[in-house]
């Protein structure tokens, strides 16, 4: 991971923070267009009850509409791997290249975004690990609400 | 098409013309849960200047927070082939049908949705056609802003 890198997932860190001081889960993500953050978001599910904005969506949302060129020459930053509806957010609009904090608390659709010729970048984080880790342990109805075993 | 399948596809037609008569993107969408519309939705781009509510995520958005199971029985119905975003968000919950009013004007990752074990009906019902067909021909530049051409 260069340097830049570190800086801008700091900033998607700092989303997961703020999502878990208002109640939330804890991931975050930042949209990074030529070397400007220019969407932050956090998930949502508990503050807005919404289903559909985790961190990268939120980022994306809050990034407002962009032109193809715009998505296609910006990174997406998230502390946690990118679920698979993220995943087809990222393919959907044409992102090339994804950083991520860890995958060791949840594998995301990593395969399909390197199927599809997106650069995906894996830090396994100390700071993210242990954020999730420690959420998870904390709230696991929560965790496993939407996805989880049927409940 | 079996006779319930076209009541709901017809809800879903009707949302999309709600949000063309609201100035956005004819494409709409229902979730029914055995038997029960649990969320209706249409496209939002224009009207809430949205990237995420495309017309399937609008629905579950608005079906609200609801557990494994409810998505593991529920129908998804929209006008258009969903595009890898909604895809994904159909994986991502395990909805496990798919009804889709038309793919002639959009074609989206309907192959996708299949080789992970969806059931992906294709209409292409003569209104869903040519209600997209008369927006695409009408509003070019809005209909190609984010995944069209570099522009």
Chains 1, 2 share one sequence.
Not at 130 to 137: E, G, S
Request: charged share 20%; glycine share 10%; net charge negative.
């Amino acid at each position: 991971m260069e340097g830049h890198d570190k800086a801008y997932l700091k900033a998607a860190l700092a989303e997961a923070k703020k999502g878990l001081q208002t109640g939330g889960i804890p991931i975050g993500s930042v949209l990074v267009h030529q070397g400007d953050i220019i969407g932050r978001g956090h998930n949502k599910r508990v503050q807005q009850q919404s289903v559909t904005l985790h961190g990268e969506m939120d980022a994306l949302e809050n990034a407002g509409r962009q032109p193809a060129t715009v998505y296609r020459h910006s990174v997406l930053y998230t502390t946690l791997s990118p679920c698979p509806m993220c995943t087809g957010a990222i393919l959907l609009y044409g992102i090339p290249k994804v950083v991520i904090g860890e995958n060791t608390n949840f594998m995301g659709a990593e395969e399909h975004l390197r199927a599809n010729g997106v650069e995906v970048v894996v830090v396994n984080d100390a700071e993210c690990i242990r954020m999730m880790q420690d959420f998870i342990k904390s709230e696991p109805h929560l965790w496993h609400e939407d996805i989880g075993e049927e409940n």
